[in-house]
Structures are given as C-alpha cells and as structure tokens.
C-alpha cells in the first residue's frame, strides 16, 4: 500500500499557517470581508476621536479583540487541518497493517 495522499491538506495547513502569521503582524489579507469592515470601523472611529482630540481608548480595546478573535479563528483552523491529516495518516497505518497481518506464509 502506497503512502496516505495527504497534498491538499497539507497545502492548506502552509497556507493557514501564513495566513496566522500575517495576522500575528496584522495584515489584512488574510481577513474576511467582515472582518475588514469592522477594522476598518473601529479605524475610523479611534481616528476621529483623535481629531476631536478624545481618547481612542474603545476603538483600540476593539482592535484588540477583533485581532484576537482572527488568531483564534485560524489557530482554530489550523488543528482542524493538522487533525484531519492525523487521521488519514493513521487510517493509512492501519489499512497497511491489517493487509500485512492477513499475508499468511
């Protein structure tokens, strides 16, 4: 029995650590189209508190969690991948072992 097929997930799993890692940097590339929206709210609104020479304090305290919840969300991404791949792989494992233990000599 050949080898587990495992490209794909382990094409995605380099492209979800990447994504973690610009996110670790706070691009915005790896963001939804919901998440960018609410950045760039939150951008918005500590930047005229600013001009209106107020604390940005909320808007930051916003940021913050809207960070945070993206890491959470691809760290979260990421097992899923890794456990997914665990399993083919061990699913592999044991197809090969039952097919060498019915070889009877």
Avoid: F, H
Avoid at 95 to 104: G, L, Q, T, V, Y
């Amino acid at each position: 029995m050949s080898k587990p097929n495992t490209r794909r997930l382990d094409r995605e799993i380099q492209q979800t650590e990447r994504k973690l890692e610009a996110v670790r940097k706070q691009e915005m590339w790896p963001l939804t189209g919901r998440e960018r929206r609410q950045v760039v709210s939150a951008l918005a609104g500590g930047s005229y508190k600013v001009v209106r020479g107020k604390s940005p304090g909320r808007a930051e305290r916003k940021l913050e969690t809207l960070w945070q919840s993206v890491l959470n969300r691809l760290t979260t991404e990421l097992t899923a991948l890794q456990t997914e791949r665990q399993r083919i792989v061990n699913e592999a494992a044991t197809a090969k072992a039952a097919k060498k233990s019915s070889i009877w000599w």
